[in-house]
């Protein structure tokens, strides 16, 4: 990938878990709180997730996943449609011996979810993904401290720990969701791939101690909640899909939307950040002020006038309106299309915003 040399590779999975006490049956997210001490969101909640490494691309794996799932794609059904995410970026070529991109980033997002929250997305190698119902986490083995700490320190030992437990990465429970690039202005951008994974239970869940320090399942309009009263933060981009997801009544209807766009486009979005004279609003793609073109990889829009007003002013919008470190809004215009679900309007009483 060119275009900026800071780039790097990233997936994160959003775990989605039945809820076996709300009705109908709802969900709740996995949301895991980074370390104070953390150069990148320090103290946020965030999904798992974390930098692709070259061991999550590496040709090793064909041999675990042999001989039931087979290169190119092991079974995930045909490539979906691939383009460059935003002008000025593209991709290069890949190494003909590593991993497709979509299996290498499903890879690296599960053990993720493993090196900080003990989660092991794993399936074993004799068994048949599930096509019509949500997944299973693996039960925690006896011993799994250990390979932890081997596989923090060395990506490449999370091959090892498939090949001890005989399982295979659950790449197939793992669909397509969309991706967010890291706007300008920030001192480490990120192009990561987003990912969402329905389980039927929630897993037993231990925090690293290290990333990360705490954890929570929360419903969408929990974590909402708990934002807005400053018990959790969100970067706008994790507020942005709690909002999305809000949209689903209940687990089985989260799936059934995952599953139905398995040839879509899952769209990957670059905010722009529009500064005010009195804060910030994230532009995104649709909205009637976002700009496609390269210059905005880095630099930011700027005007003299107030957010209010510009807010006003909006006809064809979807953006995040930064209104403080904890209130957020979306105002959102457009209609949902290839089968990408957009949020609805999000809008924070002014009497709230006055009590800050």
């Given at each position: 990938m060119s ?8 997936a994160t ?11 109908p049956?709802?969900?709740r ?14 103290g ?12 999550d ?45 979509d ?8 053990r ?28 925690p ?12 320190n060395?990506?490449?030992?999370f ?11 659950d ?18 951008r990120?192009?990561t ?51 999305r ?12 939307f ?9 769209e ?5 950040i ?9 532009l ?18 700027s005007?003299d006038?107030k957010?209010e ?18 209130v ?14 957009y ?14």
């Amino acid at each position: 990938m060119s275009g900026s040399s800071s780039w790097r590779r990233a997936a994160t999975v959003m775990l989605a878990a039945g809820w076996a006490h709300s009705s109908p049956a709802g969900f709740r997210l996995l949301l895991l709180q980074r370390a104070q001490n953390q150069s990148f969101l320090p103290g946020a909640h965030v999904f798992p997730g974390g930098v692709l490494d070259a061991a999550d691309r590496s040709p090793d794996w064909v041999s675990l996943f042999a001989p039931r799932y087979t290169p190119p794609r092991f079974g995930l059904g045909p490539e979906p449609p691939r383009r460059a995410p935003f002008p000025g970026l593209f991709y290069g070529d890949a190494d003909p011996a590593a991993l497709p991109d979509d299996v290498a980033l499903r890879i690296c997002a599960i053990r993720e979810a493993f090196e900080e929250a003990g989660v092991l997305l794993l399936r074993p190698r004799d068994s048949t993904p599930a096509s019509q119902e949500p997944s299973v986490a693996l039960s925690p083995p006896a011993g799994l401290a250990d390979w932890r700490s081997r596989v923090r320190n060395d990506p490449r030992c999370f091959l090892q720990l498939c090949a001890h437990l005989d399982c295979t990465p659950d790449i197939w429970a793992l669909h397509d969701w969309g991706g967010w690039l890291t706007p300008y202005g920030r001192s480490r951008r990120f192009d990561t791939t987003f990912l969402l994974c329905c389980l039927r239970e929630t897993p037993r869940v231990e925090p690293d101690l290290a990333e990360v320090v705490g954890y929570k399942w929360l419903s969408p309009s929990e974590a909402t909640e708990c934002f807005l009263s400053k018990e959790i933060w969100l970067a706008p981009p994790q507020f942005y899909e709690v909002r999305r997801l809000e949209e689903f009544a209940s687990l089985s209807a989260l799936y059934r939307f995952c599953t139905d766009r398995r040839l879509e486009v899952a769209e990957k979005w670059l905010p722009i950040i529009f500064l005010t004279s009195d804060g910030s609003i994230h532009l995104l793609p649709g909205d009637e002020l976002y700009v496609k073109d390269s210059d905005f990889l880095e630099k930011n829009m700027s005007t003299d006038k107030k957010t209010e007003e510009i807010v006003r002013e909006g006809k064809v919008v979807n953006r995040i309106v930064i209104r403080s470190p904890h209130v957020y809004e979306i105002y959102m215009t457009l209609s949902s299309q290839n089968k990408h679900m957009y949020p609805r309007n999000y809008i924070v009483p002014k009497s709230h915003i006055a009590r800050l």
